[in-house]
C-alpha cells in the first residue's frame, strides 16, 4: 500500500498554504506550506518559540492567518470560528471545566450537538470505557491525578469524533514512565478511532516513536517533512540532522558526484570520504557530512575495506547499560563519537581509555550535505 | 495544636473586649424593659414589639432594602462588566486612565462623591428620591464589585474559555456555561459587599436624597438627635445580626472561590 503522501491522486485534509503569522513585530510563521491526509498521526517538531502552538491554533481557528490559506476538508476556513469546524483540541494545560464532573466534561460538546440525551449518554460511556475512566465519571477534575486529566481530556476533545484531533504537547506534564505508556495508548486510540492526529510536541523521540509524518520546524518556518525513519536517516539539511539526534559532523569540500554517491575532500584530514549527498551538490563546493554515533564501528586494526576509516585515541567511555558511547579524539584535536550495543559484559582488556583505535563507518551511513 | 501563651490569651481577650464589649452593651439593653437607656430593669423583648409598631422605621426599613437590593444588583452587572473590559480589553485606548476611574470613587471621601452626584442630580433637575439614592450606591459600590471580580479574572485560564468555543458552543455559550459558573462565587461575593455597603450608608444617602425616601440609617441617626430610644437598641440590634449573617455568608462563599481558583 502507498502511503498518502506517496499518492499523488491522495486529497489531503489538511492543505496549509503559503501561511503566515505575524504578532506584532514577531514573526511567528513564515511561509509555511504543508498537506496532511486523512488517517495521518503528524508531529510538529522544533525548539522552544518556533511557532509549533501558533501553527496548531490556526487550525483549531484561534488565531486568524496574516497571509495564506488554511483548507481543511476542502474548505477555506478564513473567518471560521472555533465552533463551526469539526477539529478539536486537546489543550497543553487539559483546559477541564472545573464546576463539571468527569462525564460532564465529556459531555459538554456533546450537548452542544444535534445528540438526544440518550445517545449523549451512550457516547459518554463509550468515551470513558476508551480511556478506561469508568469508575471515575462523577469525579470532579481537581480529585484526578495528573495522567486521568490527561485520559479526560483526550476524551472530552474526542468525544463529538472530530475529523481532526490538535493535540499541543498532550504528555508534557506525565513523568517519563507514564509518557511511554501513554504515548502507546494514544496511537491505539487513534488506529481504532481512525482520526486525524496532529500533534506537537519538542521531544524528538515522542515524535518518532508516534508519527506517521513528521514536520521539523524552526524559526517559524518548516525545514523538513518526512516519516520519522527519513528524517532520521536522510536529513536534508544539517539543522534537521543535529536537532533529531546527536551526530558526527564532517567539514570538506565535494570534488565528485554523480547523484547516487560523492565523495568529499575532508579539510581537517586531507581524506577523501564517500558518502549519499542529501543535496544536490556541485564539485568544488564546500559540504558538510553526517555520520550517526551508532553507525561509526570502532576496531583495534585498521579496516583495510572500508573506504571511510579515521585512526583516533579513545578519550573517555560513557556506560549507559545497554549502550557505551566512546569519545574518541582524532589528531586534529576534534572528537568523534562512536556508540555501540553492550552484547556482552565488558572484559577488562576490552576497549580502554587511552587505547588507540580505528573509527570505520559505510558509505550508506554518511549523508553530504550542503552547510 | 499548640497551646497559647498567657499574653496571647491576654491580648486576645483585650482586644476582643475592645471591639465587641460596646456592641454587647448595646444588645443586652435592646432587651432592656426600662424606659432610660441606662437604667437596667429587668429582661423584657418589648421594645422589639414597640418598633414593629412603628411606622416611620418600618417605612425606612422597606426604603434601605429596596435601595440595597435594586443598587446592588445594578453594581453587580457594572461591576462586573467593568472587570472584564479591564481584563479582557487588552491595551485599548485610555486603559490606564479607565482602571484608575474605576478605583477612584473607593479612595474618594464618601462627602464629596455623596456632593457631587447632589450638584449632578440638580443640575439635570432629576427629583430626588429612591431611583437617585439607588444611581449613587451603584456608583460607589460597583467599585468594589470591579475589585473583587478583576481578582477571579486575573488567575482565570483563557484555554477554558477556547475549550468551550472549541467544543462547539458560541461566545456567549461558553460565557454562560463556563466562565460564569467558574467565577459565581466573586460575582456573589461582591453582591453581597454591594449590599452591606448600601444598607449601612449614611453619608452618600442623606445627600441624595428627598423627603419622600428616608433610608433607615437616615432615620435612625435623625431620632438619636432627639435622644436614644430603646427602640433604637433593638433595632441595631436587628442590623447587627443581617450584617453578621451577610458578611459568614460572603466569607464562606469567597472562601469557595478562592479553592475554585485553585483548582483551574
Ligand atoms: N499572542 C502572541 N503575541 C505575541 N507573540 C506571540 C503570541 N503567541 C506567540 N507569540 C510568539 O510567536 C512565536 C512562536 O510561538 P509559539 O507559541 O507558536 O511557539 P512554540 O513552538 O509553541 O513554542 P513552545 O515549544 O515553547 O511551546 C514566539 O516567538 C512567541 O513569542
Ligand atoms: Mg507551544
Same mark, same amino acid.
Given at each position: 500500500?502507498?502511503?498518502?503522501?506517496?499518492?499523488?491522486?491522495?486529497?489531503?485534509?489538511?492543505?496549509?498554504?503559503?501561511?503566515?503569522?505575524?504578532?506584532?513585530?514577531?514573526?511567528?510563521?513564515?511561509?509555511?506550506? $504543508?498537506?496532511?491526509?486523512?488517517?495521518?498521526?503528524?508531529?510538529?517538531?522544533?525548539?522552544?518559540?518556533?511557532?509549533?502552538?501558533?501553527?496548531?491554533?490556526? $487550525?483549531?481557528?484561534?488565531?486568524?492567518?496574516?497571509?495564506?490559506?488554511?483548507?481543511?476538508?476542502?474548505?477555506?476556513?478564513?473567518?471560521?470560528?472555533?465552533?463551526?469546524?469539526?477539529?478539536?483540541?486537546?489543550?497543553?494545560?487539559?483546559?477541564?471545566?472545573?464546576?463539571?464532573?468527569?462525564?460532564?466534561?465529556?459531555?459538554?460538546?456533546?450537548?452542544?450537538?444535534?445528540?438526544?440525551?440518550?445517545?449523549?449518554?451512550?457516547?459518554?460511556?463509550?468515551?470513558?470505557?476508551?480511556?478506561?475512566?469508568?469508575?471515575?465519571?462523577?469525579?470532579?477534575?481537581?480529585?484526578?491525578?495528573?495522567?486521568?486529566?490527561?485520559?479526560?481530556?483526550?476524551?472530552?476533545?474526542?468525544?463529538?469524533?472530530?475529523?481532526?484531533?490538535? $493535540?499541543?504537547?498532550?504528555?508534557?506534564?506525565?513523568?517519563?514512565?507514564?509518557?511511554?505508556?501513554?504515548?502507546?495508548?494514544?496511537?491505539?486510540?487513534?488506529?481504532?478511532?481512525?482520526?486525524?492526529?496532529?500533534?506537537?510536541?519538542?521531544?524528538?523521540?515522542?515524535?518518532?516513536?508516534?508519527?506517521?509524518?513528521?514536520?521539523?520546524?524552526?524559526?517559524?518556518?518548516?525545514?523538513?517533512?518526512?516519516?520519522?525513519?527519513?528524517?532520521?536517516?536522510?536529513?536534508?539539511?544539517?539543522?534537521?540532522?543535529?536537532?533529531?539526534?546527536?551526530?558526527?559532523?564532517?567539514?570538506?569540500?565535494?570534488?565528485?558526484?554523480?547523484?547516487?554517491?560523492?565523495?568529499?575532500?575532508?579539510?581537517?584530514?586531507?581524506?577523501?570520504?564517500?558518502?549519499?549527498?542529501?543535496?544536490?551538490?556541485?564539485?568544488?563546493?564546500?559540504?558538510?557530512?553526517?555520520?550517526?554515533?551508532?553507525?561509526?564501528?570502532?576496531?583495534?586494526?585498521?579496516?583495510?575495506?572500508?573506504?571511510?576509516?579515521?585512526?583516533?585515541?579513545?578519550?573517555?567511555?560513557?556506560?549507559?547499560?545497554?549502550?557505551?558511547?566512546?569519545?574518541?579524539?582524532?589528531?586534529?584535536?576534534?572528537?568523534?563519537?562512536?556508540?555501540?550495543?553492550?552484547?556482552?559484559?565488558?572484559?577488562?582488556?576490552?576497549?580502554?581509555?587511552?587505547?588507540?583505535?580505528?573509527?570505520?563507518?559505510?558509505?550508506?551511513?554518511?549523508?553530504?550535505?550542503?552547510? | 495544636?499548640?497551646?497559647?501563651?498567657?499574653?496571647?490569651?491576654?491580648?486576645?481577650?483585650?482586644?476582643?473586649?475592645?471591639?465587641?464589649?460596646?456592641?454587647?452593651?448595646?444588645?443586652?439593653?435592646?432587651?432592656?424593659?426600662?424606659?432610660?437607656?441606662?437604667?437596667?430593669?429587668?429582661?423584657?423583648?418589648?421594645?422589639?414589639?414597640?418598633?414593629?409598631?412603628?411606622?416611620?422605621?418600618?417605612?425606612?426599613?422597606?426604603?434601605?432594602?429596596?435601595?440595597?437590593?435594586?443598587?446592588?444588583?445594578?453594581?453587580?452587572?457594572?461591576?462586573?462588566?467593568?472587570?472584564?473590559?479591564?481584563?479582557?480589553?487588552?491595551?485599548?485606548?485610555?486603559?490606564?486612565?479607565?482602571?484608575?476611574?474605576?478605583?477612584?470613587?473607593?479612595?474618594?471621601?464618601?462627602?464629596?462623591?455623596?456632593?457631587? #452626584?447632589?450638584?449632578?442630580?440638580?443640575?439635570?433637575?432629576?427629583?430626588?428620591?429612591?431611583?437617585?439614592?439607588?444611581?449613587?450606591?451603584?456608583?460607589?459600590?460597583?467599585?468594589?464589585?470591579?475589585?473583587?471580580?478583576?481578582?477571579?479574572?486575573?488567575?482565570?485560564?483563557?484555554?477554558?474559555?477556547?475549550?468551550?468555543?472549541?467544543?462547539?458552543?458560541?461566545?456567549?455559550?461558553?460565557?454562560?456555561?463556563?466562565?460564569?459558573?467558574?467565577?459565581?462565587?466573586?460575582?456573589?461575593?461582591?453582591?453581597?459587599?454591594?449590599?452591606?455597603?448600601?444598607?449601612?450608608?449614611?453619608?452618600?444617602?442623606?445627600?441624595?436624597?428627598?423627603?419622600?425616601?428616608?433610608?433607615?440609617?437616615?432615620?435612625?441617626?435623625?431620632?438619636?438627635?432627639?435622644?436614644?430610644?430603646?427602640?433604637?437598641?433593638?433595632?441595631?440590634?436587628?442590623?447587627?445580626?443581617?450584617?453578621?449573617?451577610?458578611?459568614?455568608?460572603?466569607?464562606?462563599?469567597?472562601?469557595?472561590? #478562592?479553592?475554585?481558583?485553585?483548582?483551574?
Amino acid at each position: 500500500m502507498t502511503s498518502p503522501w506517496e499518492d499523488s491522486n491522495a486529497t489531503p485534509l489538511i492543505r496549509i498554504d503559503k501561511v503566515t503569522k505575524r504578532f506584532g513585530g514577531v514573526t511567528a510563521l513564515d511561509g509555511v506550506t $504543508l498537506d496532511i491526509y486523512p488517517g495521518e498521526f503528524f508531529a510538529l517538531l522544533g525548539p522552544s518559540g518556533c511557532g509549533k502552538t501558533t501553527l496548531l491554533r490556526l $487550525l483549531g481557528g484561534f488565531e486568524e492567518a496574516t497571509g495564506g490559506h488554511v483548507h481543511i476538508d476542502g474548505r477555506d476556513m478564513a473567518g471560521v470560528p472555533p465552533n463551526e469546524r469539526a477539529v478539536n483540541m486537546m489543550f497543553q494545560s487539559y483546559a477541564l471545566f472545573p464546576h463539571l464532573t468527569v462525564a460532564g466534561n465529556i459531555a459538554f460538546g456533546l450537548k452542544r450537538s444535534a445528540l438526544t440525551k440518550s445517545a449523549i449518554a451512550a457516547r459518554v460511556d463509550e468515551m470513558l470505557r476508551l480511556v478506561q475512566l469508568e469508575d471515575l465519571a462523577k469525579r470532579k477534575p481537581h480529585q484526578l491525578s495528573g495522567g486521568q486529566r490527561q485520559r479526560v481530556a483526550l476524551a472530552r476533545a474526542l468525544a463529538k469524533a472530530p475529523k481532526l484531533l490538535l $493535540l499541543d504537547e498532550p504528555l508534557g506534564a506525565l513523568d517519563k514512565k507514564l509518557r511511554q505508556q501513554t504515548q502507546f495508548e494514544l496511537m491505539n486510540i487513534q488506529a481504532k478511532t481512525n482520526t486525524t492526529f496532529v500533534i506537537v510536541t519538542h521531544d524528538k523521540d515522542e515524535a518518532m516513536t508516534m508519527a506517521s509524518r513528521i514536520a521539523v520546524m524552526d524559526n517559524g518556518r518548516i525545514l523538513q517533512v518526512d516519516t520519522p525513519e527519513r528524517i532520521y536517516q536522510s536529513p536534508k539539511s544539517i539543522a534537521v540532522a543535529s536537532f533529531i539526534g546527536d551526530t558526527n559532523i564532517l567539514e570538506g569540500i565535494c570534488n565528485w558526484s554523480d547523484g547516487e554517491s560523492a565523495t568529499f575532500d575532508w579539510t581537517s584530514q586531507s581524506r577523501d570520504m564517500t558518502g549519499i549527498p542529501g543535496n544536490a551538490l556541485a564539485v568544488g563546493e564546500r559540504c558538510r557530512c553526517v555520520v550517526r554515533p551508532e553507525q561509526v564501528v570502532i576496531t583495534f586494526d585498521e579496516p583495510t575495506d572500508m573506504p571511510n576509516r579515521v585512526q583516533g585515541i579513545v578519550e573517555d567511555i560513557a556506560y549507559l547499560g545497554n549502550v557505551s558511547t566512546y569519545h574518541v579524539r582524532l589528531n586534529d584535536g576534534s572528537v568523534f563519537t562512536s556508540q555501540s550495543m553492550n552484547r556482552q559484559p565488558l572484559s577488562p582488556d576490552a576497549l580502554g581509555v587511552n587505547r588507540s583505535v580505528w573509527l570505520s563507518w559505510p558509505e550508506s551511513a554518511a549523508r553530504i550535505l550542503r552547510p | 495544636m499548640k497551646r497559647m501563651s498567657p499574653f496571647n490569651v491576654v491580648s486576645l481577650t483585650v482586644g476582643f473586649a475592645f471591639l465587641y464589649l460596646p456592641i454587647l452593651l448595646l444588645v443586652i439593653y435592646s432587651f432592656n424593659a426600662s424606659q432610660l437607656v441606662t437604667v437596667w430593669a429587668g429582661f423584657s423583648t418589648r421594645w422589639y414589639g414597640e418598633l414593629l409598631q412603628n411606622e416611620a422605621f418600618l417605612d425606612a426599613a422597606w426604603v434601605t432594602l429596596k435601595v440595597g437590593l435594586l443598587s446592588s444588583v445594578v453594581a453587580t452587572m457594572l461591576g462586573t462588566m467593568a472587570a472584564f473590559a479591564l481584563a479582557r480589553g487588552g491595551r485599548f485606548r485610555g486603559r490606564t486612565l479607565f482602571s484608575g476611574m474605576v478605583y477612584a470613587p473607593i479612595v474618594m471621601p464618601e462627602i464629596i462623591t455623596g456632593l457631587s #452626584l447632589l450638584l449632578l442630580f440638580i443640575s439635570l433637575g432629576v427629583p430626588r428620591g429612591v431611583f437617585t439614592v439607588v444611581l449613587a450606591h451603584a456608583t460607589f459600590s460597583m467599585c468594589f464589585v470591579c475589585v473583587v471580580v478583576s481578582a477571579r479574572l486575573s488567575t482565570f485560564d483563557r484555554s477554558l474559555e477556547e475549550a468551550a468555543l472549541d467544543l462547539g458552543c458560541t461566545p456567549w455559550d461558553a460565557f454562560r456555561s463556563v466562565t460564569l459558573p467558574i467565577i459565581a462565587p466573586a460575582v456573589i461575593a461582591g453582591w453581597l459587599l454591594a449590599f452591606t455597603l448600601s444598607l449601612d450608608d449614611l453619608v452618600i444617602a442623606s445627600f441624595t436624597t428627598g423627603p419622600s425616601a428616608t433610608t433607615l440609617p437616615i432615620k435612625v441617626y435623625s431620632s438619636i438627635r432627639l435622644g436614644v430610644s430603646p427602640e433604637i437598641n433593638a433595632l441595631s440590634t436587628l442590623i447587627i445580626g443581617l450584617v453578621t449573617v451577610g458578611i459568614l455568608v460572603a466569607s464562606v462563599v469567597n472562601k469557595g472561590a #478562592l479553592l475554585g481558583a485553585r483548582n483551574t
